[in-house]
């Protein structure tokens, strides 16, 4: 692989295309980590609100479910977090690139080294698989990960009213 100036000229017009994308990405991955804190905290104001009321059994019960809370809203929020720190990489790296493209276009195209080629070939195919990996991750998620979440917060509701009857029949029985 040799850098060539038609190389350097497909790398500057292509870099900067794959790096709006991915601040476009960055921006609504933001969205949705926004949105996503604040379902959470209104989700969590009426618990808060009913703790200091509480017996200490309640108070229990809803410091535990606060806390499931937590872990739901950091592990939502992990992914959309990953990906724009990734993105945050991979538009530092593009935008090098497209000076280094520039750069090597201004020079009046000397010899290019093999080295420079091969890293911005690999720069852009970075950016060319974060296109393409994050609509299949997003995919995979809604198709996926969100029913599987779904079925098993439903299975520990059920569990949890099963649970509540049974100890109201023993109850029952003791009376």
Same mark, same amino acid.
């Given at each position: 692989?040799?850098?060539t100036s038609?190389?350097?000229? =497909?790398? =500057? ?5 794959i ?5 476009v990405?960055?921006?609504?991955? =933001? ?5 996503? &804190? ?6 969590? @104001?009426? +618990?808060?609100?009913?703790v200091?009321?509480?017996?200490? @059994?309640r108070?229990? /019960? ?10 739901r809203?950091?592990l ?13 990489? #991979?538009s #530092?790296?593009?935008?090098?690139v ?10 009046g195209?000397? @010899? %290019?080294?093999?080295? +420079?080629a &091969? /890293?911005?070939?690999?720069? #852009?195919?970075? %950016?060319?698989?974060m296109?393409?990996? #994050? !609509? ?5 998620n809604?198709?996926f990960?969100? !029913?599987? &979440?779904t ?5 520990? /509701? ?13 109850e029952?029985?003791?009376?």
């Amino acid at each position: 692989m040799k850098m060539t100036s038609d190389f350097a000229q =497909a790398i =500057a017009a292509t870099a900067p295309i794959i790096l709006l994308v991915g601040v476009v990405e960055m921006r609504s991955y =933001a969205q949705v980590l926004t949105r996503q &804190h604040e379902n959470d905290r209104q989700a969590s @104001e009426p +618990l808060l609100a009913e703790v200091d009321g509480a017996s200490g @059994e309640r108070q229990a /019960e809803i410091r535990a479910e606060l806390g499931g809370m937590t872990r739901r809203a950091v592990l939502k929020a992990a992914l959309p977090m990953g990906v724009s720190v990734f993105w945050v990489l #991979i538009s #530092i790296v593009l935008a090098v690139v497209t000076y280094q493209s520039l750069y090597y276009l201004a020079e009046g195209a000397p @010899e %290019g080294s093999p080295e +420079l080629a &091969h /890293e911005l070939l690999t720069s #852009i195919m970075l %950016g060319l698989v974060m296109l393409v990996a #994050i !609509p299949i991750a997003t995919w995979f998620n809604a198709y996926f990960a969100v !029913p599987l &979440h779904t079925y098993t917060q439903w299975a520990r /509701e059920r569990s949890r009213a099963r649970r509540t009857a049974t100890d109201g029949d023993a109850e029952q029985n003791q009376n």
